[in-house]
């Protein structure tokens, strides 16, 4: 039982405009959710994350929404570069987990 | 300032050979964590340690062995590789619980089995 899903492998967007990328997940003990980027031969690096106690955390062009209700955390990427081109992983833990979970990932491609 | 380190960066191994696999970190964390990705999946916890001397298992941790000797080191065991041990390595580190919770990645390894 997959407890983290990203259930678009790809999105593909133009340049300026926005990317929204999706995960859901289904164990309601999670609490923290975060968002890493990836690039080819390259290990993830963090990028944003949200406290189930927020609905919204934003950091610059990179916003997290999360509908605890629904399940379901989006990460907004306003205005998309060509530079975000990457592996999106969705993850999520809770307190005293000493874990996270992940999603399987997104390939974001921005088109100049 | 180096992060988390893995060594080696690439190997090839026969079926059945072993090999070790090493991280370190210098930011003094607690957590240090081995995960596996293979091609269109996510990442997948193999083993974990919350401390020095300790050591957990994670999602898939059959075929491997792992560690803790050292806070700053986590070494990670292939005792009798198999083609389904090829993927790509990830070592991670972070402070303890209540802290900062994101995952500091190294660089990976690429592991072949043939």
């Known amino acids: 039982d997959q407890q983290v899903k990203q259930n678009s492998p790809s999105l593909s967007v133009q340049e300026g405009r926005i990317s929204i990328l999706n995960c859901d997940y289904t164990?309601?003990?999670?609490?923290?959710f975060l968002w890493y980027k990836k690039y080819p031969a390259e290990g993830p690096t963090f990028l944003i994350s949200?406290?189930?106690?927020?609905d919204k955390n934003e950091d610059g062009r990179f916003t997290v929404f999360l509908n605890k209700s629904a399940k379901h955390l989006s990460l907004h990427i306003v205005p998309s570069q060509p530079g975000d081109s990457a592996v999106y992983f969705c993850?999520?833990?809770?307190?005293?987990?000493?874990?996270?979970?992940f999603g399987d990932g997104t390939t974001l491609t921005v088109k100049p | 300032n180096a992060g988390v380190t893995q060594t080696p960066k690439f190997r090839v191994l026969k079926t059945g050979q072993s090999m070790t696999l090493l991280c370190a970190q210098d930011?003094?964390?607690?957590?240090m964590y081995w995960y596996r990705q293979d091609p269109g999946m996510g990442l997948r916890l193999i083993h974990y340690?919350?401390?020095?001397?300790?050591?957990a298992k994670g999602e898939v941790p059959d075929g491997y062995n792992v560690s803790r000797l050292k806070k700053q080191n986590f070494l990670l065991g292939l005792e009798s590789a198999a083609p389904s041990q090829t993927s790509v390595y990830f070592c991670?580190?972070?402070?303890?619980?209540?802290?900062?919770?994101?995952?500091?990645f190294g660089s990976g390894t690429q592991l072949s089995v043939l």
């Open positions: 991670a580190s972070r402070p303890p619980q209540g802290w900062i919770e994101k995952l500091f």
């Open positions: 164990n309601s003990m999670f609490d923290y």
């Open positions: 949200i406290s189930s106690i927020k």
């Open positions: 993850a999520a833990t809770f307190t005293n987990a000493g874990k996270s979970t």
């Open positions: 930011m003094n964390h607690e957590y």
């Open positions: 340690s919350v401390g020095e001397g300790t050591t």
